[in-house]
């Protein structure tokens, strides 16, 4: 509190948000109604826990403490120190991994600052890299790069070439992979994807490094949370370096992490490439008040609720690619082993831009996702949804399966508005669903399912936010 001797100047540092910024409030305000009233199906999305939360908005965001723990460029870090400390430890043992094969560096800000600097611990400038191809699910910084344009760090510093799925069964291309990188001679191959509803074969990745002398790296961003539950294969048997976000299924706050074998015989120095390269060479002071609530987090994972809970993902992911299969629509693959459908819209004449517009007037969060033979990158032919968000608030098949059905009027409805439209043109479609005309079929549809799926998420609680005492805040964007 101020006291009564606090200067003017001061005065500003012991007032609560809502009063010294009602702007930004209202904002928060805002975007908590969004997460409570809608339904969240972003495959890399999540809720994480009141306790992260807390941790991550603590007091220890003031603190700077480059280096790392006994080995700071500035003094006062010894609780920062512990801190460190006790996120790496549980990071190992939310991954069941030996602390003398295994480290990790909890400092990188977020997925892809974690893989740059795993790209400079791990090879030189121009050197060559393969990673698996964006239009596949691979993910941006495993060197995307177009005819135009190179698109990321990953392919603007480093040779890049990516490798892909195959056409028929579209899975990972393991055979295609191992003769194009005989030829291309990669010293890097990353495995770990953005939008793939398949396990990976690390073992077949691991013969292909060997043979060619090169590094594998898993980024096992999406799917962290399913592999410390063991729910789904271990990069950890077969890779050298793995990384990975916090924020997906591992539920955590925004930030990244990097493991790193110790026993490596081709590279004994690999800990001190992998710290070197997080800092001083890509990031500056650490963000502590993260890594408590990646600790935090990790702690959590360790619990076997926690294994609970990534079954429940798990189970809800396949409870929905059942319930779009039963009702005739094509999803790549056929379904899934983990968070996420990859659902092809072009069977029906559908493009995935439109199923998100429509979704997103209905308060159903998704994205526009490639899918196995587009014929542009600019026009995605579906849509990416994963389950990790909605078992957070608690769903489990029966419920996931109602969503499905949400999921499957929307696009009958985008089939209707489409026709009412006239044109396949994305902006006469917006102008049909929206209040602009009223009067049609279409716009009386969407205006339904939006308050059928209100009424439907509302009944769910929503982590860290107490939501019988929520109050509609003002200046809610609603199209209608
Ligand atoms: C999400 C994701 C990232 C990037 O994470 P950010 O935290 O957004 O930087 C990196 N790799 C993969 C595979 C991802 O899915």
Excluded at 26 to 44: C, H, P, V, Y
Excluded at 191 to 220: H, N, Q, V
């Amino acid at each position: 509190m101020a006291t009564s001797s606090t200067p003017d100047f001061n005065k500003v540092l012991y007032r609560p948000l809502a009063e010294i910024d009602p702007e930004v409030k209202n904002i928060i305000d805002k975007e908590t109604w969004r997460q409570f009233t809608g339904l969240e199906l972003i495959a890399s999305e999540n809720l994480t826990s009141q306790a992260t939360m807390e941790a991550n908005g603590s007091i220890l965001t003031n603190k700077y403490s480059e280096g790392l723990p006994n080995a700071r460029y500035y003094g006062g870090n010894e609780y920062i120190d512990e801190l460190e400390e006790l996120c790496r430890k549980r990071a190992l043992v939310a991954f069941n991994l030996d602390p003398a094969k295994w480290g990790v560096n909890v400092q990188p800000y977020s997925g892809s600052t974690a893989n740059f600097a795993a790209l400079t611990a791990l090879i030189q400038p121009q050197d060559r890299l393969m990673g698996l191809g964006l239009p596949d699910g691979g993910h941006l910084t495993h060197g995307y790069y177009t005819q135009k344009k190179k698109m990321t760090a990953s392919s603007i510093y480093f040779q890049s070439f990516p490798y892909a799925i195959t056409k028929d069964s579209n899975l990972i291309d393991y055979d295609a992979l191992s003769s194009q990188a005989k030829i291309f001679k990669p010293k890097l191959i990353i495995c770990g994807a953005s939008a793939y509803p398949r396990d990976w074969d690390y073992a077949k990745l691991k013969e292909i490094t060997i043979r060619d002398g090169a590094f594998l790296m898993c980024d096992m961003a999406h799917t962290s949370g399913l592999v410390a539950a063991q729910e789904l294969n271990s990069p950890f048997d077969h890779c050298d370096v793995v990384t990975t976000t916090t924020h997906k299924t591992l539920r955590g706050p925004r930030a990244g992490l990097i493991f790193f074998r110790k026993d490596l015989s081709n590279s004994p120095d690999l800990e001190k490439r992998v710290n070197e390269a997080v800092f001083p060479a890509c990031q500056g002071g650490p963000h502590n008040n993260t890594i408590a609530a990646v600790a935090t987090a990790l702690q959590q994972v360790a619990q076997p609720e926690f294994k609970a809970y990534a079954k429940q993902v798990v189970a809800n992911a396949r409870a929905l690619a059942e319930t779009l299969i039963g009702h005739g629509y094509k999803l790549q693959t056929n379904g899934t082993d983990n968070h996420l459908v990859l659902w092809d819209l072009r069977p029906i004449g559908l493009t995935g831009s439109k199923v998100e517009k429509i979704c997103d007037l209905m308060g159903i969060t998704i994205n526009k996702n490639a899918v196995s033979g587009d014929a542009s990158a600019q026009v995605p032919g579906g849509i990416r949804l994963g389950t990790s968000a909605l078992t957070s608030r608690d769903m489990k098949e029966a419920d996931i399966k109602l969503v499905g059905d949400f999921l499957h009027r929307a696009v009958q409805l985008s089939l209707l508005l489409q026709k009412e439209a006239g044109t396949k043109m994305l902006k006469d479609f917006v102008r049909v669903a929206s209040k602009q005309e009223e009067g049609k079929v279409g716009h009386q549809q969407v205006k339904q399912l939006r308050d059928e799926v209100r009424e439907f998420a509302i009944k769910w609680p929503l982590p860290g936010v107490d939501v019988a005492n929520l109050q509609k805040p003002d200046g809610l964007h609603e199209p209608f």
